[in-house]
């Protein structure tokens, strides 16, 4: 939809960016923005905003009720053709989004790539449940998909992401006296550091004690069990895209369910989210609920098991909504969606309830041919290969994304070599 005819989209417009994802992305996309020829404005909320987008930024410092009337007083003021945001479901994105759209202003946004690890998302208007990408099956049996280049791999991105998370809340708390009314949607604070931390920790002490785990289901329970990953408890698909108060409350409901109507031969597995990894533990209440639920010998709680072999394995998959949905899907998994996913559809996933998806998973395989429709029309219309943390090992931009047409090289590698050399005059 925004990304089809590549980043000439923007040429000419007048781009303003709000909060972008921890780390230099949406300093290095407005350089990209401003090469393919438009006008790029950014505001920043908190220290962290800051210390990676420095200059040439409006600086909002007012209260969070005042928000809106500055955003709108903004738009007027800088005439503004585009918004560009990272989650339409932060606070300050919500309200701007409603402003924006009731104007007429024309509204991108960007998140995690729907179709990970190489991608990120950039749809118009809005993402997951938001977004406005075709849900019925039919529309997917006639469209036209052209040939889709491979994505260029970007191998491990995550302690990119760990570098540009630590330095962006340390700067925010340092910085803090200077946005003093800021409200972040999560906690942001040098505390943030801890669950870090135990993170790390549990990382190791998990891969010791589950090691004989993933040979046991891929052993004797291949084919008996059903997979259920978590997310992260403070996820948007929880408290805007579903019926589900927290993750334990997801929990609570599929082990009674599983309890009461799934095969006496069958497993219920439960993954935590590595990203939740410092900040939950839900060890006792799934102890609690087994034996409240009768179902010992039937239910295991893993961590940092590999995914895709779980899935290769799985007799179904229970998701509220996140990638490992699709992730499942292109394995060949049945399965059952509780949330609002843009891929829950006829012919993709399981349409009954969950109750009745542990009797009936081996019959719902995902349709071959409209999931390779589907994912084909994601790819072109809302996917650009790359990552927020960690820039492709190719000059595609300088923020290190393949866009759908390229722009111009010579001018991004004199950016890159611009931002080596601030880097390198900060370092000494």
């Not at 330095?167 to 040098?190: D, I, Q, S, V």
């Not at 698909?237 to 993750?247: A, D, N, P």
């Not at 994912?375 to 960690?390: A, D, E, I, R, V």
Request: glycine share 8%; proline share 5%; hydrophobic share 40%.
């Amino acid at each position: 939809m925004m990304i089809k005819s590549g980043i000439s989209v923007f040429r000419g417009e007048r781009v303003l960016l709000l909060q972008g994802p921890v780390g230099p992305f949406f300093r290095r996309l407005a350089q990209d923005l401003t090469i393919a020829g438009a006008q790029v404005f950014k505001v920043n909320f908190n220290g962290g905003d800051w210390l990676f987008y420095p200059d040439e930024a409006f600086n909002f410092r007012g209260r969070m009720d005042d928000w809106p009337v500055y955003f709108e007083a903004l738009l007027d003021q800088l005439d503004v053709d585009v918004v560009l945001l990272f989650g339409d479901c932060r606070p300050i994105h919500k309200q701007a989004h409603k402003i924006a759209h009731r104007r007429g202003v024309e509204i991108g946004v960007f998140e995690e790539g729907y179709i990970r690890p190489d991608h990120v998302t950039l749809e118009r208007f809005g993402v997951n449940d938001h977004s406005l990408i075709p849900r019925e099956p039919g529309f997917y049996s006639n469209v036209l998909i052209s040939a889709i280049e491979r994505p260029i791999l970007l191998g491990n991105t995550y302690w990119y992401a760990v570098l540009w998370a630590v330095l962006y809340y340390f700067a925010a708390g340092l910085l803090k006296p200077l946005f003093r009314h800021y409200a972040h949607h999560r906690p942001l604070t040098w505390l943030e550091f801890f669950p870090w931390a135990r993170s790390v920790w549990r990382k190791g002490y998990y891969a010791l004690k589950e090691r004989s785990i993933l040979p046991r289901l891929t052993g004797e329970l291949n084919g008996q069990y059903f997979l259920v990953p978590l997310q992260v408890h403070n996820d948007s698909q929880i408290h805007t895209h579903s019926g589900f108060k927290s993750i334990s409350h997801f929990i609570d409901e599929v082990m009674k369910s599983f309890a009461q109507h799934a095969p006496q031969d069958t497993v219920l597995v439960i993954k935590h989210h590595p990203m939740d990894r410092g900040y939950n533990d839900y060890t006792g209440l799934i102890r609690k609920r087994i034996w409240e639920f009768g179902l010992q010998g039937r239910c295991y709680y893993i961590h940092d098991q590999h995914l895709p072999t779980l899935m290769q394995n799985s007799r179904g998959v229970v998701v509220i909504n996140s990638t490992v949905g699709l992730s499942a899907l292109h394995h060949g998994c049945p399965l059952k969606v509780c949330g609002h996913a843009i891929y829950d559809m006829p012919g993709l996933t399981f349409q009954g309830g969950v109750d009745h998806f542990w009797q009936n998973a081996q019959q719902s395989q995902p349709d071959k041919l409209l999931l390779q429709r589907f994912n084909g029309y994601l790819l072109q219309h809302t996917q650009l290969n790359g990552s927020f943390y960690k820039r492709l090992p190719v000059i595609a931009s300088v923020a290190g994304l393949r866009w759908m047409l390229r722009i111009d090289t010579d001018a991004a590698q004199q950016s890159i070599d611009s931002e080596k050399k601030a880097v390198l005059r900060v370092i000494k």
